[in-house]
């Protein structure tokens, strides 16, 4: 584990740190950032994706820079070969995105909504889970009945919830314990 990596792991989290104090208060002050403190921003997170990055032997892999619909920051590593990046079932890659999001706070001062994803990992699993959803809704109308999805984590469980919410024939609900824990969609 790189030195960066671990000084922020057992940094004590009470001591308020950043190497922007300036764009950290007018971030926290609800004011708009210009492009230069955007590409600031944009440029401390690739910097510490790619420090990362180095530990998997990928730290030349292309890194792809957009803005996401919430305003959030998507970083999207383009490489042939980086399965490892996203591990079963999209485990490591959630871990990555923990870990890269720690990593940038402390650096800037302050949490700024950075995603991080592999080959459009998470674009696909998104669509991948909404139409899962609206899938398995029609079968519980169409059965009168529940129908049980897999186990997700909290953020497709919610994407779920978000694709049935507008639809009246049904509700949804969790059940079980993570890492077991999923949604069911229930005929009314």
Do not use: C, W
Not at 86 to 109: A, D, F, N, P
Request: aromatic share 4%; proline share 4%.
């Amino acid at each position: 584990m790189s030195e960066e990596i671990t000084e922020v792991l057992t940094e004590d989290s009470s001591v308020a740190t950043g190497e922007y104090p300036e764009i950290a208060q007018r971030y926290k002050a609800g004011e708009q950032l210009t492009d230069e403190e955007l590409d600031t921003i944009a440029d401390v997170a690739v910097s510490v994706l790619r420090s990362i990055l180095t530990h998997f032997d990928a730290e030349s892999s292309p890194i792809d820079e957009y803005d996401g619909d919430d305003g959030e920051l998507i970083l999207d590593v383009t490489a042939p070969d980086l399965a490892v990046l996203i591990g079963r079932h999209g485990r490591t890659l959630e871990s990555l995105q923990v870990l890269v999001s720690l990593l940038v706070s402390r650096k800037l001062g302050f949490r700024y909504p950075v995603v991080v994803d592999v080959e459009g990992y998470k674009s696909r699993r998104h669509d991948k889970v909404v139409s899962m959803a609206h899938s398995a809704a029609s079968r519980a109308v169409r059965q009168h009945s529940s129908v049980s999805l897999p186990p997700m984590n909290a953020y497709e469980r919610r994407l779920v919830h978000i694709a049935l919410r507008e639809n009246d024939a049904v509700e949804t609900h969790s059940e079980g314990v993570d890492p077991e824990r999923r949604v069911v969609i229930k005929a009314l």
